[in-house]
């Protein structure tokens, strides 16, 4: 953090021989020099930096998600839930930046556009690696990262291992819920699937919410995640749509309609279906 000018006087001058200086420190003359433009056209700057700026965000994430489930299984859920806390305020951040791309119309962006080519946010290997360690696992979104040996290699790991919703389950196993062995076991590269003994042992931590407060807590952690992550996707789509309508996007992706059926795959079944059953 830098001086917020309240009285303190900053340092007249820094012995770069000893210490950093401030751009040294965060390497701003690479940072500030990968924004590549290849118009001119004076959105295209701003399309650049949101991007840019997400994936950095979606490092941060990843880091945390792997940290947090390293926790859940070492049982230790007062530190998975700041991490948990830390991913759902990033994913505020990535809500917001759709708000100030917002801003460009579509005659903005339709001046750069076709620099694009076939580049498109569907190949995000970091959004992808994020969504299937929540669980979202299908197979059409490995697709465009197998030509990338070192991203195909972090990426068929992640599909090789629990989720963190799996952690969850067998978290709710070590805790002697009673877990259906087939959901302890199975192929984690596939999507997963609701179960009914995996709600009944969510209903049995909200209706013995005291008895089992940590559980419950952890489950309203995921909850919170859950509505972050959605509402990141609900504002994706709105700000495409404000600005191709119904088009396809780039990359061949459909656009908006593929943004919409994105909305109805959840992360946490269970979690949100009690709602209904309580």
């Given amino acids: 953090m830098t001086d917020s000018g309240d ?17 040294d420190f965060l390497h701003l003359d690479q ?7 290849f118009n001119g056209a004076h ?29 859940i299984r070492k049982d230790d859920l007062r530190t998975a839930f700041k991490m948990i806390a830390r991913i759902t305020r990033i994913q505020a951040q990535l809500s917001q930046a759709w708000e100030v791309l917002g801003t460009m119309t579509p005659n903005d962006y339709l001046a750069f556009r076709d620099e694009l080519g076939d580049s498109s946010g569907f190949q995000s290997y970091q959004y992808r690696m994020f969504e299937f360690m929540l669980g979202d696992r299908q197979a059409a979104n490995f697709a465009p990262h197998q030509h990338h040996p070192h991203i ?17 389950i067998a ?7 009673a877990i259906a062995p087939s959901q302890l076991e199975r192929d984690w590269s596939k999507r997963y699937q609701r179960h009914p003994s995996v709600h009944d042992a969510w209903q049995a931590v909200y209706r013995e919410n005291t008895r089992h407060w940590e559980l419950y807590e952890f489950a309203e952690k995921l909850a919170d995640l ?15 749509q404000r600005i191709i309508g119904e088009k396809r996007g780039t990359g061949g992706s459909s656009g908006v309609s593929y943004l919409k059926r994105a909305l109805e795959r959840e992360f946490f079944p269970e979690i949100i279906d009690i709602r209904s059953t309580l």
């Fill in 7 to 23: 009285g303190a006087s900053a340092p007249t001058s820094l012995d770069t021989t000893k210490s950093k200086a401030y751009g």
């Fill in 31 to 37: 940072l500030l020099n990968i924004q590549h433009r």
């Fill in 43 to 71: 959105d295209e700057l701003l399309f650049v930096v949101i991007h840019q700026t997400s994936e950095l965000w979606f490092k941060v994430i990843l880091h945390e998600a792997r940290a947090a489930v390293a926790n």
């Fill in 152 to 168: 195909a290699d972090e990426i068929n790991g992640i599909l090789a291992a629990p989720s963190l919703y799996d952690e969850a």
């Fill in 171 to 177: 978290l709710l196993h070590r805790n002697g819920f």
């Fill in 226 to 240: 859950e509505d972050a992550f959605q509402n990141w996707r609900f504002r994706h789509m709105r700000t495409v």
